[in-house]
């Protein structure tokens, strides 16, 4: 059975309640926590609950390539560390 999000979150609190140390009086800021978590696993590309993480496909771009009249900028290569001869 799938588990909700509001189970999920319950655990989650719960897990950080635990490591803290059982500190009291400290619920709420537990809870939410592992609600922001929660919403920023929902907006990710890991699964839902949180034990995949998807991989997204790159974009590539040509350099200045248009796209809806607008000229898209492109990274400039990274520079490598040289190497210095002895």
Do not use: C, F
Request: proline share 2%; hydrophobic share 30%.
């Amino acid at each position: 059975m799938a588990e909700t999000r509001d189970e999920w979150i319950k655990k989650r609190a719960y897990s950080l309640w635990e490591e803290e140390g059982h500190p009291t009086g400290r619920d709420s800021v537990h809870w939410e926590q592992a609600r922001k978590e929660r919403e920023t696993l929902e907006t990710s590309a890991a699964s839902k609950d949180g034990t995949e993480v998807k991989t997204r496909a790159k974009r590539t771009t040509t350099a200045g390539a248009k796209t809806n009249g607008a000229v898209k900028a492109v990274a400039a290569p990274k520079k490598t560390a040289s190497r210095k001869s002895a």
